[in-house]
């Protein structure tokens, strides 16, 4: 799985070098190459963005500095992923579908947005992470590399993507570990017992319980 991510702020992504994510990409389970935007401003001064036409308040990216950037990658191929408030929301399903890709490309946003003609040219597919509004597209585009890498061979065990909340439709059924009491309160005894028949049947039905409880609208 190959991402390219054009963004004015590469630096923001450096958190995708720990954890999980982090060790996928030491060991080329998963390649995520950063694209400053601004390395393909041809202006002495750097410049990126430029005031609304129509007027109105803060700074559009011209698209002529962020066309140069997408150009820049080869694969003509790839499915380049916009991601804004505007799009379809991102969904577990979305997830998958996406993980069947080889390469994605994800643009991300900044100040008041992208001159709507480089949208229009570039972009397949406009992605939102929820109905709320970001001061750019960088942590909608690390929610998106996340979710999608976990999908790739080797990142996470096969049963973790199976077993997980929306996969089956319902949500997790409570984990317990070490101690046995924890400040009074003793693991459900079932999970002592051994008997993976019985431990299966009680989680379903813990399964079934907290889906009802927290989100009912999920089984209608
Ligand atoms: N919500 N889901 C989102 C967002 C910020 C200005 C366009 C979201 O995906 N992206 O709020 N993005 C804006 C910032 C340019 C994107």
Redesign the pocket.
């Known amino acids: 799985m190959n991402f390219d991510v054009l963004t004015l702020f590469p630096e923001m992504f450096d958190s995708l070098k720990s954890s999980i994510i982090g060790r996928a990409q030491e060991k080329n389970l998963i390649n995520i190459n950063l694209i400053n935007i601004r390395d393909f401003s041809k202006d002495k001064h750097k410049k990126v963005d430029d005031t609304p036409y129509g007027g109105g308040a803060g700074m559009i990216m011209k698209p002529d500095v962020v066309y140069d950037a997408y150009d820049s990658i080869q694969d003509k191929n790839a499915k380049v992923i916009y991601?804004?408030?505007q799009?379809q929301k991102l969904t577990q399903k979305k997830v998958c579908e996406l993980a069947n890709e080889k390469h994605l490309i994800i643009l991300c946003?900044?100040?008041?947005?992208?001159d709507q003609r480089v949208i229009d040219e570039i972009v397949d597919e406009e992605?939102?992470?929820?109905d709320?509004?970001?001061?750019?597209?960088e942590l909608?585009a690390m929610v998106l590399i996340d979710a999608v890498s976990r999908y790739a061979d080797g990142v996470i065990t096969k049963e973790s993507t199976v077993e997980e909340s929306f996969t089956n439709g319902l949500l997790e059924y409570p984990q317990y570990t070490r101690p046995e009491v924890f400040r009074g309160v003793r693991v459900p005894e079932i999970l002592l017992s051994g008997h993976h028949e019985n431990i299966e049947k009680w989680r379903k039905e813990k399964s079934l319980e907290v889906t009802k409880n927290k989100r009912p609208d999920m089984l209608k």
């Open positions: 991601m804004s408030p799009g946003g900044h100040y008041e947005g992208i992605i939102s992470i929820g709320y509004v970001l001061t750019g597209g909608p």
